[in-house]
């Protein structure tokens, strides 16, 4: 039994878990009866009611996980995904990501439909714009400081402000220039271990 500031110490914590968890799920319901009450049609009542199954279903188990990370148990999170409420919330997270993307690919099925004539314009320029930007930001050591060279030229900055401003986006042109080739060879590599 534990008595005296300690024990007034642990009351006073568990109240304020309590208050904290009580205040926690008045706030829930209040958007979750605000989210309702905004839904134009079934797909956005099936969407907040995924939300609050994740949510519900969610911060038990992380609740679990932490008073078993309390109890000693060497990977709390493997433990409390292994149980019962653990699988109940890898079977709504799994319904939830198939749902985000049935509904992704129903969007882009029917606005692809929609502007099926538009389509290969917008590959085209897509395509071209990704390359250049790939081949820009290799050459950033000099695609950086020229662009910001004319742009400082325009505002009308002093020279001084901007020989310092083109010296300093050429060394990010150096950076971004060696992260993008540093990229490009481990895609090549990891692409390379494949076969």
């Known amino acids: 039994m534990v008595t005296g500031l300690k024990g007034f110490g642990l009351i006073a914590i568990a109240i304020v878990v309590l208050w904290g968890l009580i205040s926690l799920a008045l706030y829930l319901l209040r958007e979750t009866l605000k989210a309702f009450s905004d839904a134009k049609d079934w797909k956005d009542v ?14 038990p188990m992380l609740i679990y996980a932490a008073w078993l990370w309390t109890q000693g148990v060497p990977h709390p999170v493997n433990a409390a995904i292994d149980s019962g409420i653990g699988h109940a919330w890898t079977v709504v997270l799994i319904f939830f990501i198939c749902g ?8 882009a099925l029917r606005w692809s ?16 714009l990704l390359s250049l930007g790939y081949l820009e930001f290799l050459g950033g050591p000099v695609t950086f400081p020229i662009r910001e060279w004319r742009i400082r030229t325009r505002a009308g900055t002093k020279p001084a402000i901007r020989l310092i401003s083109t010296v300093y986006v050429s060394l990010v042109g150096l950076v971004v220039a060696t992260m993008t080739a540093l990229l490009t060879i481990l895609a090549g590599v990891g692409l390379w271990s494949l076969f």
């Open 100 to 107: 985000g993307a049935v509904a992704v690919l129903q969007n």
């Open 46 to 59: 099936g969407a907040v009611l995924f939300v609050i199954a994740l949510a519900c279903i969610g911060l």
């Open 113 to 128: 439909i929609k502007h099926k004539r538009e389509l290969p314009g917008l590959v085209k320029y897509r395509v071209r």
